[in-house]
């Protein structure tokens, strides 16, 4: 299916248009170009809309104004769009749901004029379905690669809106997070990420897993466009009761952007999260952050034993009655309609959903027994409590600091078929993803030639502050490389001499 979709670009791009094309068509043409001609090596696209130069056309015509207008954007595929595409989460199960209707975000990104140019690869069921799974891959997109290093993983479950911008196919798109899912592809990628407030930015028709903790959020190749991105899709929604009290916090998030906002700010340093191979890294972005007027304050220990475990019952208990609302609430004719649906879809198609991992979260959280079940509310209670009130509150109240900092992933692992993910490691995304507050991630380094990222982690609706921290560190840090599409970084002419023998 994606190779169907993604060739069609080719044809979209191609088929005749007015002499002088209008800035909008012109953009997604070229935006449909570029899918075409670079994403065969990298996977991220598993649809192109056949409607986006329709869509570009009309606002040509309307005289939109503003950063987003004309301006192509791709969105994960567990985001429903109005239009022919369906909306699979990565799964086979989901290849006929074709809904017909925009998500809230969409439709507040098409109000601001932006283009949906496609929907990008995931991992299937955006990482839920196995703890053995294999990050960028699903059964409807196949493996997406990373654009550094092409047998390098890009992360997930937003693997595919990450390589797409690090691979200038588009400057913006959209994942989604429940933990980690768009701070690690957009780090791994080497791209700027937001994870919002959980309430700030709609989560109706978007295939779930946790409404505690679900969030989508900007993906993009600067701060100032993820700033542009959140201000189009944040605000709320009557249907879902957890953005109530967006619309008082949403504001103009690039207005205030100043390259000076860090100067006099005390923040954070979170030794306890640091590591993994990104020290030097880190080290150099402390550095900037320290020139540009920072206040640094070491944080050595945090104590996360009461987040993992308890957080884990949550999502699988979350999972099983969020799915279902979903399914059953789809309008297209799908044969899933609960989470058993699922499980005994993928049995029956074994060889193209179970071959290279199995379902066993799926089948755990099968056994969950509601969301009324004391066990459930309890261990919601002590995550929350432990990664908020006891967590990033009492770290910034102790420490008088306003954000905190840390290295936000291990440079990208290799895909690895025989055993999943080998994650080396990871900073205090948790810590943000379990208490539902916002977390930036930025790109400060190379480690080997592949990218990691500095996380800038705040109290609730703090967005506004953390877009300003990593704004002023972004343009102190200076340009950054772009990927070069190696077969393998240890081909990459920095490393494949430190290969040979040294004489």
Not at 174 to 188: L, M
Not at 352 to 370: H, I, N, R, V, Y
Not at 414 to 428: E, K, L, T
Not at 439 to 451: A, E, I, Q
Request: proline share 7%.
């Amino acid at each position: 299916m994606r190779n169907l979709f993604v060739t069609m670009a080719l044809v979209i791009a191609a088929s005749s248009a007015a002499a002088q094309p209008r800035p909008a068509e012109s953009n997604v043409r070229g935006a449909l170009e570029r899918i075409a001609r670079i994403d065969p090596q990298i996977g991220s696209v598993i649809a192109v809309d056949p409607t986006a130069i329709d869509q570009a056309r009309r606002v040509d015509a309307g005289n939109l104004r503003g950063p987003l207008a004309g301006q192509p954007v791709l969105i994960k595929d567990n985001i429903e769009s109005a239009g022919p595409l369906p909306t699979t989460a990565g799964s086979l199960a989901l290849a006929n749901n074709v809904t017909n209707r925009d998500a809230p975000l969409v439709a507040r990104l098409r109000a601001a004029g932006a283009v949906i140019v496609g929907k990008t690869n995931l991992s299937e069921w955006a990482n839920i379905r196995s703890n053995r799974s294999i990050s960028g891959w699903s059964a409807v997109g196949g493996q997406t690669r990373n654009p550094w290093a092409l047998d390098r993983n890009p992360c997930g479950s937003s693997s595919g809106s990450g390589a797409a911008v690090a691979a200038g196919l588009v400057r913006l798109a959209i994942g989604t997070e429940t933990d980690g899912s768009v701070t690690c592809p957009a780090s791994i990628n080497g791209i700027v990420g937001l994870k919002p407030t959980v309430g700030l930015v709609s989560r109706t028709q978007i295939v779930p897993i946790s409404h505690s903790q679900d969030t989508a959020g900007p993906m993009t190749a600067s701060v100032l466009e993820a700033a542009q991105l959140l201000t189009a899709i944040a605000g709320s929604d009557p249907a879902d009761p957890a953005t109530a009290e967006a619309d008082k916090h949403r504001r103009d998030y690039a207005a205030g952007l100043d390259a000076n906002s860090l100067k006099g700010k005390r923040i954070g340093v979170m030794r306890f999260a640091s590591g993994f191979g990104t020290d030097a890294a880190f080290d150099n972005a402390l550095a900037v952050l320290k020139a540009k007027g920072a206040v640094l304050v070491d944080i050595k220990k945090f104590d996360d034993k009461l987040i993992g475990k308890n957080e884990t019952f949550v999502l699988k208990a979350e999972l099983k009655a969020d799915m279902a609302k979903y399914l059953r609430g789809s309008p297209a004719p799908i044969g899933v309609r609960t989470l058993a649906d699922l499980i005994a879809f993928d049995n029956a198609h074994q060889r193209q959903e179970m071959s290279l991992f199995g379902q066993e979260f799926f089948e755990d959280a099968q056994k969950t027994k509601g969301l009324s079940d004391p066990a459930y509310k309890k261990a919601r209670q002590v995550s929350f409590t432990a990664a908020g009130p006891n967590g990033i509150d009492k770290l910034l109240k102790d420490n008088r600091v306003i954000a905190l900092v840390g290295p936000t992933m291990p440079p990208a692992w290799m895909i690895d078929v025989a055993n999943g993910d080998q994650v080396a490691g990871g900073g205090a995304g948790s810590l943000a993803a379990v208490a539902g507050y916002p977390h930036l991630t930025v790109p400060m380094g190379l480690v080997k030639g592949l990218p990691v990222g500095l996380s800038f982690i705040g109290p609730k609706w703090s967005e506004s502050l953390l877009l300003n921290l990593g704004y002023a560190y972004e343009q102190a840090r200076g340009a950054f490389p772009t990927p070069k599409f190696y077969r393998s970084i240890e081909e990459s002419p920095e490393i494949a001499p430190l290969l040979r023998p040294q004489h």
